[in-house]
């Protein structure tokens, strides 16, 4: 009798899994298009987004739903395991739950994480694998739509399989690996309100990539633990990488960290990639959540891409759910690591006093004359295989700091900016009323700008500023950000104009630097003659100018230029950068 009821009991649930929104899917076949291939294909968008769904109508634990625009025209979609059937209400889950985001098809060619991740997903759902107790699974198919619907077999130069892939460039042909702070496209302001959302406690961004040749199928790029910061970077690279390492090598899956390097042999050493927060990684580390990239090599077969995909997401949800609860206090702590007053890196540099060392498992290479340039060229023989101790610099050290303020004050007309705030839950109050403020206010000292596009920007670096203290009046309706808030960190990387992304270096502030206002010379030069006559100090550095500076001396209007610069009639907007801070 026990036995039959135990029979029915099953039967029961299978018949309600089979049936979820009055749908039978009872004959539905889950094998991938990947397994149905034999590991030399990969699904479409549209072949994906149905096998999502047809899981999500199969199996309660799985649930699946658009969220906003992408450039495409289409929807990006998430999809949530949680087997504990309660639904995909974030807000309620994290109380008892950690939450994994993984992101796949972000450069839509890199297709391994869109089929691990189908698998993974059915294999938790059906019980193939053991499922975990206290972790939300959450994944967005196919990050980058555009480029998924561009499928071809050629743009992938070297990379072995699969048959046909997606394109790196989105709709409008924007790598959205490097989109995630300027978020010029739709894509990137949707995977904002799902991340924000989300609040994920892990994420992972499965990637494909090859700078060189070496026995690995798979590589890691967790964020750089030094710039992450604090007790939760502390804690990725001393605890989280190794039981990531430990895990596969038990599973007779060799993994190594990703190998920086290009057109040169990486036994001679490399350092860690520094993932700034254009990248997916970096952006996530500016809300203290745990990112990694899973880099796969591409001259590795796609079979075998794929199964290791499918085992480091499986080890990463194992070591979540055993760490869960020591990663949650983690990140609590380090909500609190940096505060007004305090300093903050904003740039870094290689520590060349630590590094590690790494038992590579590589292939000799060499350089021979090309037979084809007659140039040297570098090659590989993977008849020669090696294991060698090669150095890998992966500690780095702050290159510039800054004091935080208590505060920014952003004028209102800067809108694109607050409106990137707001998406990012930025916390903002505005004056009531127009406000007599004391500030430190930046003036653009210097900077260089690329002289090729990139990613629809010709962007600043090198920036540095003057800094000065002002009594400035804002109006009502302008913006006062308190740093007293989770966003702190994306508020220093974005709104100080020397940090390497900051929305300065992403041309968000360009129109400062062109002056609007000037002078007719004829009329000009009989002014600045009495304006040298009634300020004899500037008199006589306006003589020092030409006694030392032979291109001055020569320049007629450089030197009408520069008294117009000292003079009150010189517009104080130019070169003015328009975010204030308050100490």
């Keep these: 009798m026990k036995k039959l009821l135990i029979f029915l009991f099953i039967l029961t649930s299978c018949s309600e899994n089979s049936k979820k929104n009055g749908r039978d899917t009872s004959d539905i076949d889950f094998t991938t298009v990947f397994e149905k291939s034999n590991g030399l294909e990969t699904a479409t968008y549209e072949e994906t987004i149905q096998y999502y769904t047809d899981l999500a109508d199969s199996y309660k634990e799985i649930s699946i739903r658009e969220i906003g625009e992408t450039d495409s025209g289409k929807p990006l979609h998430i999809v949530t395991l949680n087997m504990s059937r309660s639904g995909d209400n974030f807000e309620k889950l994290r109380t008892d739950h950690r939450i994994i985001l993984i992101n796949n098809g972000i450069h839509p060619g890199e297709s391994d994480g869109i089929d691990a991740t189908m698998m993974l997903f059915r294999d938790l759902a059906n019980g193939t694998i053991e499922a975990p107790k206290h972790t939300i699974l959450v994944t967005i198919p196919i990050y980058n739509v555009g480029g998924s619907l561009n499928r071809n077999s050629g743009t992938r130069t070297n990379q072995n399989g699969p048959k046909a892939y997606g394109f790196r460039g989105n709709a409008r042909n924007y790598d959205l690996n490097r989109d995630f702070i300027k978020c010029d496209t739709k894509n990137a302001k949707t ?325 609007k206002e000037g002078f007719s010379p004829y009329v000009w030069e009989d002014k600045a003659k009495q304006l040298l006559k009634a300020n004899p100090k500037l008199q006589i550095e306006y003589n020092i100018m030409l006694s030392y500076d032979e291109a001055f001396a020569n320049n007629w209007y450089a030197q009408l230029d520069w008294i117009h610069k000292k003079s009150k009639y010189y517009e104080k907007a130019h070169l003015r950068y328009p975010v204030y801070r308050v100490k």
Excluded: C
């Excluded at 009594?471 to 940090?499: H, M, S």
């Design 191 to 515: 995977f904002a309100q799902i991340f924000h959302m989300i609040q994920p406690d892990v994420f992972i961004d499965n990637h494909v990539s090859n700078g060189a040749d070496y026995q690995y199928t798979l590589t890691h790029l967790f964020t750089q633990h030094n710039k992450l910061g604090g007790p939760l970077g502390n804690y990725l690279h001393n605890n989280i990488m190794p039981s990531l390492e430990q895990k596969l090598k038990a599973k007779s899956w060799d993994i190594t960290p990703y190998v920086n390097v290009y057109n040169r042999t990486p036994e001679s050493g490399f350092s860690q990639f520094m993932d700034s927060p254009r990248y997916s990684t970096g952006y996530t580390t500016l809300f203290n959540t745990l990112g990694m990239m899973v880099e796969t090599h591409m001259l590795k077969p796609y079979k075998q891409r794929v199964e290791g995909t499918y085992e480091l997401m499986k080890s990463m949800l194992e070591i979540t759910d055993e760490l869960g609860a020591r990663i949650t206090e983690l990140r609590n702590a380090q909500a609190k690591t940096w505060s007004a007053g305090s300093t903050y890196p904003l740039t870094w540099s290689v520590d060349t006093t630590k590094s590690s060392t790494l038992k590579f498992k590589g292939y000799e290479g060499t350089m021979v004359p090309s037979d084809l340039t007659g140039a040297q060229r570098l090659k590989y023989d993977r008849s020669k295989p090696f294991i060698k101790d090669v150095t890998y610099q992966n500690y780095f050290v702050p290159a510039s700091e800054i004091t935080i303020p208590k505060a920014y004050v952003i004028p209102q007309g800067w809108h694109d900016v607050i409106d990137l705030l707001k998406i990012n839950k930025v916390e903002l109050k505005t004056f009531e009323k127009d406000t007599l403020l004391k500030v430190e206010s930046y003036k653009i000292g210097d900077y260089n700008t690329r002289r090729s596009a990139y990613e629809g920007h010709y962007q600043h670096y090198n920036t540095k500023v003057k800094s000065s203290e002002e009594t400035l009046t804002f109006r009502q309706g302008d913006y006062l950000v308190k740093t007293d808030q989770k966003a702190i960190r994306y508020l220093l990387e974005t709104l100080e104009p020397t940090a390497p992304d900051s929305f300065f270096n992403w041309n968000f502030f360009d129109t400062i630097l062109q002056q």
